[in-house]
């Protein structure tokens, strides 16, 4: 998944830390490429691949937004050995404002419960010029778009399910704040309860569009503490969630950035945010700020973010699409991966990536080359495999020795 032209929304191509904490890492292009024949297709398709978590049994867990029809969202247990089975089919997904699917979107697992970042859907429809967006007239296909779901799950559940279904019923349920429990073919048992339900838009009113709105858009989440926190790439925040009550506040906003590519007619004077993967190290966070269009090479950057204060300082600047990062080690000075959606620019001119800073300041090593479109990445350091979704829905494998 990527932005849109106006860098608001994530969609389809279709449409180690660093130092001390304040000193800014420098993406020089990197040395290395030896990874090119290294990438193995694991699965093909998904339906539009956008989170994954590992569970404690060793699985890996697929977020699929799905196609954009309703109910075509799904979580997908992979084993070690690449056999597929569904864990939950019938969440929501429906056509972003451009069109593209939305749906479940960012994974994270703690114990045996499994958050889930549901994406915008079609709350929003395409406003009358690019960049604008208007309130969907016959109201979005599902009421728990933009909000946080807990799945809770045993790990026997995990092994013998044949999957569960969620339906339209449940989805409604869940909005009332209801606890929904679905039973499979094997009586095996899923618990799901809404955690958290966001705002679905803000009005933000323009000279020649009055009725333009921002739809909010959960994309990545992680839990630290007693609270989880969750980027917005439609309205380019983080929030911050109470674990306990669900109370959602804004914790940080991301500003625009001046477009380099403007003098050369590309693109609008400034480029937006859109903040993507996040992931906790210590008491900080990493967040991935992807950046809009024209999705210039350097805009992009890794952010650490102090997860008391909303402190953000550049940790990694001079990037072009970052989408993740994986923290390689506890201390404060331990490598750390970065996922590139596309490493060259504008308009996603190069191969996805994923690059290896190790704290020096020198060059990124290319731990891969040979990705399209990529969209997250899970490290099973119990293989030495690093595993990365696409956007055209397949599960890539890379060997990798952390």
């Known amino acids: 998944m990527k932005p849109n032209k106006t860098g608001k929304r994530l969609f389809p191509r279709l449409a180690p830390i660093a130092l ?31 989170g994954t978590a590992l569970t404690p049994r060793g ?74 967006a208007l309130l969907n007239p016959d109201g979005p296909n599902s009421p728990i778009f933009s909000s946080i779901l807990e799945i809770d799950f045993s790990g026997a559940t995990e092994n013998r399910t044949t999957g569960f279904t969620m339906t339209t019923a449940d989805q409604d349920a869940l909005a009332k704040g209801r606890i929904v429990w679905l039973r499979d073919g094997r009586r095996n048992t899923l618990r799901i309860r809404m955690v958290s339900d966001f705002p679905d838009y803000i009005p933000f009113p323009l000279p020649d569009v009055p009725d333009n709105i921002e739809a909010t858009n959960p994309f990545g989440i992680v839990g630290l503490g007693a609270a989880f926190y969750v980027n917005d790439g439609g309205r380019n925040q983080t929030w911050r969630v109470d674990r306990f009550n669900g109370a959602a506040s804004q914790f940080v906003a991301y500003p625009d950035v001046p477009n380099p590519l403007f003098g050369q007619g590309i693109g609008g004077p400034t480029i937006q945010a859109v903040p993507t993967g996040i992931e906790a190290k210590g008491h900080q966070l990493l967040v991935s700020l992807f950046r809009g269009a024209p999705f210039a090479t350097g805009v992009s950057s890794i952010e650490t973010v102090d997860a008391l204060t909303g402190s953000d300082v550049p940790l990694i600047t001079n990037l072009t699409t970052a989408i993740d990062t994986i923290a390689l080690g506890k201390g404060r000075h331990g490598d750390l ?66």
């Open 337 to 402: 991966l970065v996922l590139e959606n596309s490493s060259a620019g504008p308009f996603f001119a190069g191969p996805g990536t994923v690059l290896q800073f190790d704290g020096s300041g020198g060059a990124p090593t290319t731990v891969a080359d040979c990705l399209v479109g990529p969209t997250s990445m899970t490290l099973d350091k119990r293989n030495n495999t690093l595993y990365v979704t696409e956007e055209e829905g397949n599960l890539i494998s890379i060997p990798f020795q952390p």
């Open 59 to 132: 699985n890996l867990l697929i977020a699929e937004s799905g196609d954009g029809t309703p109910n075509s969202g799904r979580i997908s247990i992979v084993d070690s050995y690449g056999n597929q089975r569904t864990l939950l089919d019938g969440m929501p997904s429906g056509p972003a404002d451009v069109g593209t699917p939305s749906g479940p979107d960012g994974l994270f697992m703690q114990g045996r419960a499994l958050y889930v970042a549901m994406g915008e859907g079609d709350i929003a429809i395409m406003g009358p010029r690019p960049g604008t």
């Open 20 to 50: 001390s904490i304040g000193l800014a890492l420098v993406a020089i292009p990197p040395t290395e490429a030896f990874a090119q024949a290294q990438c193995t297709q694991v699965l093909g398709g998904l339906r539009l691949p956008v």
